[in-house]
């Protein structure tokens, strides 16, 4: 099946701080998903972004498909940021092992 | 605008009993529903999906079955639980393709003991 590697797995960033996750993928994939899962343990949907960019406030993400990768971009990042931010691709959903945001006042 | 419902929001149950995990979506018809578990600390691992009523596709091999009474009810269950069912539950749903976007539910945390 599919790969799926996030980096970093942890980053402790300042309040304002901006930050880059990055999702690598082994296959091709004609879907791919960011959630933020937050404290009390629910996903929420960030980007549906198989390919190209897109952004949604302080959040953009861009898909590379053709080299198998993902960004997700937080700006002037708040402590609500704080959580693990996963990305999933591929009929079966493979998620990463997620990034651990923790963001400090 | 569309829900989806799950419960219990937690669960604590002796080794050997049942389970019965139900979810709901209201708000649209006709969805695929899927079921996820998360183990502590790590991502979340697909079940089961399911395109319609009375379909059931497996992805993993376990301890656990599912099954859809119902257009928007997808229920997850077993005859008897194992601690390695331990975890975080989560309903899914999504329409079209499989491969669109899928909306979480908000999870049941079952421990086994």
């Known amino acids: 099946g599919i790969q799926v590697e996030q980096s970093p797995p942890d980053l402790i960033l300042q309040e304002g701080a901006n930050s880059t996750l990055r999702c690598n993928f082994s296959?091709?994939?004609?879907?791919l998903q960011w959630f933020h899962q937050n404290p009390w343990g629910q996903l929420i949907n960030l980007f549906y972004?198989?390919?190209g960019t897109k952004q949604n406030g302080r959040l953009s993400a861009t898909t590379v498909a053709t080299e198998r990768y993902s960004l997700l971009y937080i700006s002037s990042s708040q402590t609500t940021d704080s959580g693990v931010y996963f990305c999933?691709?591929?009929?079966?959903?493979?998620f990463g092992a997620g990034t651990r945001l923790t963001v400090k006042p | 605008s569309q829900t989806i419902h799950q419960w219990p929001a937690t669960l604590v149950q002796p080794v050997g009993s049942p389970l019965s995990l139900e979810c709901t979506v209201e708000?649209?018809?006709?969805?695929?529903l899927y079921w996820y578990r998360q183990a502590a600390g790590r991502g979340l691992q697909l079940l089961f999906y399911?395109?319609?009523?009375?379909?059931i596709s497996s992805e993993v091999p376990q301890n656990l079955s599912a099954s859809r009474p119902q257009d928007r009810q997808f229920i997850l269950s077993s005859k008897k639980l194992l601690l390695s069912d331990s975890g975080f539950y989560l309903c899914?749903?999504?329409?079209?393709?499989?491969?669109?976007?899928?909306?979480f539910g908000p999870g049941t945390r079952l421990t086994v003991t």
């Open positions: 972004i198989p390919s």
């Open positions: 708000g649209t018809s006709n969805p695929n």
């Open positions: 296959d091709s994939v004609n879907n």
């Open positions: 399911s395109v319609g009523i009375g379909q």
């Open positions: 999933a691709v591929g009929l079966d959903m493979r």
């Open positions: 899914a749903w999504s329409v079209g393709g499989l491969m669109n976007e899928q909306y």
